[in-house]
């Protein structure tokens, strides 16, 4: 916050913040005595600052976008030392140590987690007992299941419902999580996890089946630009697999061995496969392409989860692909796991 020197600016400021139901004061006690504590957003934007004294820390202010925030002591990214991660909403909120970590409570959102935790804490505990059987830890992971659904349904009007639907919204389609969007509260509604869940939402309708395809262009591994629509209107090519991917990424290491031997199977008869890569990293991405043998066409700006293609087609995890049919323009199907592909594309390629 701004330091303003005349004393009466400043009552008048505290005043203010005190008065507004957006006002919010954080404190706490830390273990180290001195130093400065900083709160940053999700994004890693610093909103504020404190200087510790003798282990207290006090904040205080007026949320102007609330969501999950951290606290930390440091305000360089490559170097944080998150103390807390909370929601950052409107109230009087404190920093206590519980076991061996920091907890933040005394606002809606943050008992309500801490309460949440609580329950899936003893759930997970008991997942981890030894004697436990398949069966037993299934019952238990659909428990997990059914209390996060169900604080999503109590919790419509704090920022814990967003940040579990959030989550789950990986599961649904674009439609479907704009029907729920609305039944959250105007104000949770405007929280800005929100709002950008609404917005990827809106971009995924534009890939939905039966939608058709958005052109994008990269470069290969040797810098050659090569364009979606370059690939489907090849001739010959009668079915294309938009996959996105990373090296990183282990569930996408885990398909490789199925993309592979799908390829191997279909390829002369008119499939081929578009991937693109989330990578920063140009070796890396690069030595799975030659380790692996996936000897299709892979493209990659380099801009990890920046990567343009899968902001145009608003991916929100990987592996995610797309099956278009060369013929009309369109997508057929979407992500297919495993042994799927191969089962679609037996039937397509009679």
């Not at 830890?137 to 209390?147: G, R, W």
């Not at 043998?293 to 990890?304: F, G, Q, R, T």
Request: some cysteine; proline content about 3%.
């Amino acid at each position: 916050m701004k330091k303003i020197i005349f004393a009466a600016a400043i009552a008048a400021l505290l005043s203010s913040c005190a008065g507004s139901p957006n006002a919010y004061t954080f404190k706490g006690t830390i273990e180290n005595p001195d130093g400065k504590l900083f709160i940053l957003t999700d994004q890693g934007v610093t909103i504020d600052s404190t200087v510790v004294k003798e282990g207290q820390f006090q904040f205080k202010g007026i949320v102007e976008k609330n969501g999950i925030y951290f606290l930390t002591d440091s305000q360089d990214r490559s170097h944080l030392n998150v103390l807390a991660q909370f929601f950052f909403e409107p109230g009087t909120m404190t920093l206590e140590k519980v076991g061996d970590a920091y907890q933040v409570s005394g606002t809606k959102s943050n008992d309500r987690s801490n309460a949440l935790s609580a329950e899936l804490n003893k759930l997970y505990t008991d997942y981890q007992k030894p004697d436990m059987t398949d069966e037993q830890k299934e019952e238990i992971l659909q428990k997990v299941d059914e209390l996060q659904k169900k604080a999503i349904g109590e919790n419509r009007d704090n920022l814990l419902g967003a940040a579990l639907f959030q989550n789950e919204a990986l599961e649904y389609s674009a439609k479907e999580i704009l029907a729920e969007i609305e039944k959250f509260t105007p104000e949770i509604q405007q929280s800005a996890s929100m709002i950008r869940l609404k917005e990827t939402a809106e971009k995924m309708l534009k890939s939905e089946v039966g939608e058709p395809y958005m052109d994008m262009e990269q470069p290969d591994k040797d810098g050659k630009m090569i364009s979606l629509k370059s690939v489907i209107e090849t001739e010959g090519n009668k079915y294309v697999l938009l996959d996105f991917w990373a090296s990183w990424c282990g569930p996408c290491r885990g398909e490789i061995p199925y993309l592979v031997e799908t390829y191997k199977e279909f390829h002369k008869k008119g499939f081929e496969i578009y991937g693109v890569s989330l990578d920063e990293k140009a070796e890396s991405w690069q030595k799975v392409i030659t380790d692996k043998e996936m000897n299709w066409i892979n493209v990659s700006d380099l801009k990890a989860w920046k990567n343009e293609g899968a902001q145009q087609y608003a991916v929100m995890s990987i592996p995610a692909n797309f099956l278009i049919d060369c013929t009309t323009g369109k997508i057929i199907a979407k992500n297919l796991r495993g042994e799927d592909l191969a089962k679609q594309l037996g039937e397509l390629l009679k």
